[in-house]
């Protein structure tokens, strides 16, 4: 290099910020895309691992959003981050509080659209509902998302970020230098993937997150703490125990192939033979790491003595746990909830046979936070806009 080289690269390396949106956002990146983000931007090969781990702790263990706060980092290589990177976060629009503490999130990604977020505290654990989609392509019959139109799927910025803001919201980042968070409880000890969307229809974006959501220098959840929920998309489930790892559940919700065909049309597809087939060669699917069943009860639909009888006949030979979910109506629904004492005898007939079968006792009613009643605001705004116009004529 010549003697003049070191002006020309200082002139060449002031700091010019690309506009917001322009720059690559580092929240959802693997630490392999990371790693090959930031040798794209010159940081040298050797150096790569390192100044990964650096930026990985700052943003997922301490919950830092700004560069300039990296004091590991040299300021030179943070305003060269600066430049090129961002840490954002989808947007919170409004939060609602239900009077059980249930708290709701309604948030707003890329180009508008809006998802929800549930976070159900409990006395000795906090769980968070996230959301894979925005709608749904499925259409199950007794699900709200299920009316609306798949709009997109989220990104792994998008479903991870929904982790990182609610800890924002929760105030649970811990303090640099203080503690780590693993000294007691957290408030947020568990994710489940029951929001909005079918995560299997979004795998590898599912998966980037959670692997985020997993890692031990960050947010650090062990896998026995995420369930995905799916409605049965057969070909992916052996994927999410590869790839992921995490706990699963299963939206089953009937017992026989005409009913489950109305209620999950993926039914249709992928019939409750097929499903448990391939259920029972679940790869992580043990005692300690039970399978859990997923049950809506409607009724006079699935809600029968023999249903329950027939559940537990149809699901022999798989470690399972049932979960009883008390129908969360929504306006327009074309089902009701089953009485409690309807509830109550088919939990008892499971249990008896040998299975545990908890009653999900429905939160966040108030504020329209339950099971399946997710559905944004604008979409169903726009939903209403588009039925308007159908029966005027003028869509
Ligand atoms: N798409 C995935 C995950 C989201 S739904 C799936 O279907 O599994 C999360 C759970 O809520 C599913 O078991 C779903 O069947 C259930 N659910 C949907 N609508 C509901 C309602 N109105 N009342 C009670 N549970 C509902
Ligand atoms: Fe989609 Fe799940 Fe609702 Fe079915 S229950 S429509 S798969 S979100």
């Known amino acids: 290099m010549t003697g003049s080289a070191p002006i020309t690269q200082d002139v060449l390396t002031i700091p010019r910020k690309l506009p917001e949106g322009a720059r690559t956002n580092i929240v959802g990146l693997t630490r392999d895309k990371l790693r090959e983000a930031l040798i ?19 943003v997922y263990q301490w919950g830092v959003r700004d ?7 040299a300021k030179t290589y943070r305003a060269q981050l600066d430049e090129h990177f961002e840490i954002t976060l989808p947007e919170i629009v409004s939060k609602q509080v239900s009077a059980d503490g249930t708290r709701k999130y ?23 509902c996230i959301s894979s989609q925005v709608g749904c392509t499925l259409t199950c019959s007794f699900c709200h998302t299920g009316t609306q139109k798949l709009v997109r799927n989220l990104t792994a910025g998008e479903i991870i970020g929904q982790v990182m803001l609610a800890r924002d919201d929760l105030g649970e980042w811990p303090q640099p230098g203080v503690g780590t968070g693993e000294s007691g409880p ?22 980037d997150a959670m692997k985020i959501a997993m890692d031990g220098e960050g947010i650090a959840l062990s896998r026995r703490r995420i369930t995905l929920s799916t409605s049965g998309v057969v070909p992916e489930i052996a994927k999410t125990a590869e790839e992921i790892g ?25 019939n409750i033979e097929t499903l448990l087939d391939a259920l029972r060669e679940y790869p992580k699917a043990s005692n300690s790491e039970r399978i859990t069943f997923e049950y809506v009860m409607l009724k006079d639909v699935n809600d029968s003595d023999e249903d329950a009888r027939r559940l537990v006949k149809l699901i022999s030979g798989i470690p399972a746990k049932i979960n009883l979910i008390p129908f969360n ?15 109550e005898s088919f939990a008892d007939i499971i249990y008896k046979a040998g299975y ?25 705004a726009r939903k209403s806009k588009a039925q308007i116009a159908a029966e005027t004529g003028t869509g």
């Open 329 to 343: 109506e929504w306006p327009g629904a074309p089902y009701q909830r089953s009485d409690w004492s309807r509830i």
């Open 40 to 58: 794209a931007m010159g940081t040298p090969e050797k150096q790569a691992k390192m100044r990964v781990n650096q930026i990985w702790q700052w």
């Open 106 to 128: 309604l948030v707003r990604i890329a180009g508008g659209h809006e998802v929800e977020v549930v976070y159900i505290p409990e006395t000795d654990r906090g769980t968070l």
């Open 67 to 73: 560069f300039q706060a990296m004091t590991n980092l």
């Open 246 to 270: 995490c706990l699963l559940a299963v939206s089953f919700h009937a017992t026989t192939d005409e009913v489950r065909d109305e209620l999950v049309p993926i039914n249709k597809r992928w």
């Open 186 to 207: 957290r408030l947020l000890s568990n994710i489940v993937l029951m929001g909005m969307g079918e995560p299997l229809y979004n795998f590898e974006n599912v998966r």
């Open 356 to 380: 545990a079968s908890p009653i999900r006792t429905p939160r966040g009613e108030d504020i329209m936070a339950a099971c399946g009643q997710l559905k944004s605001a604008t979409e169903r």
